[in-house]
């Protein structure tokens, strides 16, 4: 079905932007909705499936809606129908349902997202976004919950992009502290202190620093690990860092302002130590630039963008690192690392 249609539109026989500015946004909005009520979790992985009915009675929709949503996620390959009853498919079961790999915030998230974005036209027309995104005031419940959605779904995000990163980065012989600036979740910290031995400052604003200290309240394994609410632009950062990461912070900010985190990581690492930016780079391979040039659209609706790799290695340059590497991370997560040292 997906190679018929990938053949159909390269043949310029459907009507592509039709495809894409209606049947993308009903079909992102049918899996959302599905996520948010909690249908897949309530279809579950075992048995032979559930009727409409039974779903909805679960979910307390009406049976004329979910039977509609139902046959909609069937139709895109979420679900399986056979005899009338739905079950789950793998992308289901493997990016929703499995706590290791669920994305089930990530698309919460993206409902936000999706709210913000009728705020896009605006924002291209003035250049610039029309709010702070990161400053909300978390003292407003809704903003609370956002921000919450956010590190949760940026902890689903972290998940696919460790495994690379730990196999791609070089700590240095002897690194002991570890800065992790825009930290959030703490997810990253958890995997480096583990992996490399290292002691670790999470350090972000209000909001993701509240939601990373329920995170370790609850789950534990936070020897090591030091929450601290601090604003990387205008609070000082300490000195005498072995390793500091900037993991998906460099797309939210404009090159000026890079420039002088850049400088500031300089000024706080120790002679040698390392500075490490994880990020969606372009310009490194074709693929990568198409879906980039894309999310580059969201990010600037928030104040930054996705950058072109060799300007970062520039700026990282002119900030007094040296020894700039890009190494690509894997399929699963296109990001990629940029390592140097001070
Ligand atoms: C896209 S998220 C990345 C989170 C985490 N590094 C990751 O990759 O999963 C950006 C993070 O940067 C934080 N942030 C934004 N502006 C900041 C600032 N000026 N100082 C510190 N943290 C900031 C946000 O609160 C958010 O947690």
Redesign the pocket.
């Known amino acids: 079905m997906e190679l018929a249609l990938a053949i159909l539109k390269r043949l310029n026989l459907v009507p592509v932007p039709l495809l894409d500015g209606q049947m993308q946004v009903v079909k992102a909005r049918a899996i959302m909705e599905a996520n948010r009520a909690g249908v897949f979790h309530a279809i579950g992985t075992e048995g032979p499936g559930l009727t409409p009915k039974e779903i909805a009675e679960k979910v307390g929709f009406s049976e004329e809606g979910i039977t509609i949503l139902l046959k909609a996620l069937a139709g895109t390959g979420y679900l399986k129908v056979k005899d009338g009853k739905y079950r789950n498919g793998r992308w289901v079961k493997h990016w929703i349902l499995d706590p290791k790999h669920s994305l089930h915030h990530m698309l919460i998230l993206q409902m936000y997202t999706y709210k913000r974005l009728e705020g896009l036209g605006e924002n291209l027309k003035t250049g610039r976004p029309q709010m702070d995104f990161?400053?909300a005031d978390v003292a407003n419940p809704q903003a609370s919950a956002l921000?919450g959605t956010?590190?949760y779904g940026?902890?689903e995000?972290?998940r696919l992009?460790i495994p690379d990163l730990l196999k791609r980065v070089s700590i240095p012989a002897g690194s002991k502290r570890f800065l992790?600036?825009?930290?959030?979740?703490g997810?990253?910290s958890r995997s480096f202190t583990k992996r490399f031995g290292l002691q670790s400052t999470v350090?972000?604003?209000g909001?993701?620093i509240s939601t990373a200290t329920k995170i370790m309240e609850k789950e534990g394994n936070v020897e090591n690990i030091e929450l601290k609410v601090?604003?990387?632009?205008?609070?000082d950062l300490g000195t005498d860092w072995d390793v500091i990461?900037?993991?998906?912070?460099v797309?939210?900010?404009d090159p000026q302002q890079n420039l002088e985190l850049f400088k500031k990581c300089k000024a706080a690492l120790r002679p040698g130590g390392t500075l490490l930016c994880?990020d969606q780079f372009v310009g490194i391979s074709g693929q990568r630039d198409r879906i980039f040039a894309v999310v580059s659209l969201n990010f600037f609706n928030v104040g930054g963008k996705s950058y072109e790799a060799s300007q970062m290695r520039e700026l990282l340059t002119e900030a007094g690192l040296s020894r700039t590497e890009v190494k690509p991370l894997g399929l699963t997560t296109p990001a990629s690392l940029i390592q140097a040292y001070a």
Not at 180 to 185: K, Q, S, T
Not at 245 to 249: I, Y
């Open positions: 990161h400053q921000q956010y590190t940026m902890r995000a972290a992009i992790d600036i825009g930290g959030a979740h997810e990253y350090m972000d604003l909001g993701p601090g604003n990387c632009l205008q609070d990461l900037l993991c998906n912070m797309h939210l900010f994880v």
